[in-house]
């Protein structure tokens, strides 16, 4: 399509709203007024932050920096309490040859677990 035939397709179609502008009653005239009038009135209202294109930048940025300060928090903390600390002579015990027998007898360990206070194994 060339320039011309864009330009007498654009005024025709101009002409052919015009004659249908023209053709509506009062009423409906009025209405129309009144829904342009209202849409630009709240178009207008809006304050400058309302708008989407605003919110979705900060938003990314809000949670990125959140996922940030939890992961950082959560890498440095200290493990919980309700794990038992290695004592050297934990350790020695453990590691010990002497002591197979006692390792395989799950009863032991079970009276011990009851026998033991808690906290008994934590540093403080």
Same mark, same amino acid.
């Given at each position: 399509?060339s320039? @011309?035939?864009?330009?007498?397709? !654009?005024a %025709?179609?101009r002409?052919?709203?015009?004659?249908? $502008?023209?053709? &509506?009653?009062?009423?409906?005239?009025s209405?129309?007024?009144?829904?342009?009038?209202?849409?630009l009135?709240s178009?207008?209202?809006?304050?400058?932050? @309302?708008?989407?294109?605003?919110? !979705?930048? %900060?938003?990314a940025?809000?949670?990125?920096?959140? $996922?940030?300060? &939890?992961g950082?928090?959560?890498?440095?903390?200290?493990?919980s309490?309700s794990?038992?600390?290695?004592?050297?002579?934990?350790?020695?015990?453990?590691?010990?040859?002497?002591?197979l027998e006692?390792?395989?007898?799950?009863?032991?360990?079970?009276w011990?677990?009851?026998?033991?206070?808690?906290?008994?194994?934590?540093?403080?």
């Amino acid at each position: 399509m060339s320039t @011309h035939d864009e330009q007498d397709f !654009l005024a %025709a179609a101009r002409a052919r709203l015009e004659e249908s $502008v023209s053709a &509506l009653d009062a009423h409906t005239l009025s209405r129309l007024h009144s829904a342009r009038s209202h849409a630009l009135d709240s178009l207008e209202a809006q304050p400058a932050w @309302h708008a989407p294109h605003w919110w !979705l930048p %900060a938003g990314a940025m809000a949670a990125a920096a959140l $996922v940030f300060v &939890l992961g950082g928090v959560m890498w440095t903390t200290q493990p919980s309490d309700s794990l038992v600390a290695m004592t050297p002579e934990i350790t020695e015990i453990v590691g010990s040859e002497e002591n197979l027998e006692i390792a395989t007898d799950l009863d032991f360990y079970r009276w011990l677990d009851e026998h033991t206070p808690a906290g008994a194994y934590t540093e403080t």
